[in-house]
């Protein structure tokens, strides 16, 4: 079945630029979408259609896309964006939808 | 506000049937779809399906196709995950979301999950 791969893990000092990636041969063809979760929560959107920022979420979280990979960016990491984030798209016909594997965000 | 509201943990043994629930408010529950998510103990978040209230059109990943069935009843604003058979690997968290659009969409608003322990 149709995958969405990430790394990991990513970690980063507070005040830098963190990085998340994503990719999958239907990107080109299908939005993604940014999930925060933090521990015994559930998840909040904060990237949407690959770029747009829902209403709350702080302006330092954006995403864009360049042809099979999109990618998160923290501009100016603060501690309270340590958390796992998903990407979300779905497979090249949009019949059904994947989540990647998610990525762990540890600010040092 | 829109608001999703689930039922509560739940602790059953393997061959069980179960049915959770997810209530929505807020908005028109009929004119978006509803999905669930899956979250293992300690694991990724995993796209189970989306339903469609107004004219109860499903749709399934292909990992979860018949093995749960999602349903919904409009007249209570409330849409269902439903095993007919619990397996031990069925323990999870169920999160519930409003879903933008068909599978290529995302999930907006959010339940605050129900936990289903599966165990003899």
């Known amino acids: 079945s149709y995958e969405l791969t990430q790394p990991p893990s990513v970690s980063v000092s507070p005040g830098q630029t963190a990085r998340i990636t994503c990719s999958a041969d239907?990107?080109?063809?299908?939005?993604a979408y940014w999930y925060q979760q933090k521990p015994g929560q559930a998840p909040v959107l904060v990237i949407y259609?690959?770029?747009e920022r829902p209403s709350g979420i702080p302006e330092r979280f954006s995403g864009s896309s360049s042809g099979t990979t999109v990618t998160l960016t923290i501009s100016g990491v603060q501690a309270e964006d340590e958390a796992d984030y998903y990407c979300?798209?779905?497979?090249?016909?949009?019949?059904?939808?994947?989540f990647g594997g998610g990525t762990k965000l540890t600010v040092l | 506000e829109v608001q999703l509201v689930q039922s509560g943990a739940e602790v059953k043994k393997p061959g069980e049937s179960l049915k959770i629930s997810c209530k929505g408010s807020g908005y028109s529950f009929t004119s978006y779809w509803i999905g669930w998510v899956r979250q293992m103990p300690g694991k990724g978040l995993e796209w189970m399906g989306i339903?469609?209230?107004?004219?109860?059109?499903?749709r399934y990943s292909p990992s979860f196709q018949g093995q749960v069935t999602i349903s919904a009843d409009k007249s209570i604003s409330t849409a269902y995950l439903q095993w007919s058979s619990l397996k031990a690997s069925d323990t999870a968290m169920y999160y519930c979301?409003?879903?933008?659009?068909?599978?290529?969409?995302?999930?907006?608003?959010w339940g605050q999950g129900t936990l289903v322990t599966v165990s003899s």
């Open positions: 979300q798209s779905a497979d090249s016909s949009g019949t059904y939808g994947v």
């Open positions: 239907a990107l080109p063809k299908q939005y």
């Open positions: 339903i469609y209230p107004g004219d109860s059109d499903t």
């Open positions: 979301a409003r879903h933008e659009g068909v599978a290529a969409g995302s999930f907006d608003y």
């Open positions: 259609k690959d770029s």
